[in-house]
Nanobody, 114 residues
């Protein structure tokens, strides 16, 4: 069964950190670039970060220097380390293949507020 399960979200104060995890079933990660996306209330889903099979990363300008994407292929897991969080980072965060996405998971809510 193809499945993506995101976790690690929560409520954090501005300037704080969170580490998101995305557990993927089956062969979702195998041979595929992966990505983290986010969707804020009333806005479209946007691409946050990508990572290739070989570990090359790319980031949206809005998170560059603050977020770090990584993957553990042996554990079928993708991570997003988020530092120096801002209120505008508040959103539901999702992971998926960068190309040929599979069914979306439920996401994990990140709320940045004092």
């Amino acid at each position: 069964q193809v499945q993506l399960v995101e976790s690690g979200g929560g409520l954090v104060q501005p300037g704080g950190s969170l580490r998101l995890s995305c557990a993927a079933s089956g062969s979702i990660l195998s041979g595929n670039a992966m990505a983290w996306y986010r969707q804020a209330p009333g806005k479209q889903r946007e691409l946050v970060a990508t990572i290739t099979v070989g570990g090359i990363t790319n980031y949206a300008d809005s998170v560059k220097g603050r977020f770090s994407i990584s993957r553990d292929n042996a554990k079928n897991t993708v991570y997003l380390q988020m530092n120096s969080l801002k209120a505008e980072d508040t959103a539901v965060y999702y992971c998926n293949r960068f190309l040929n996405p599979v069914r979306w998971g439920q996401g994990t809510q990140v709320t940045v507020s004092s």
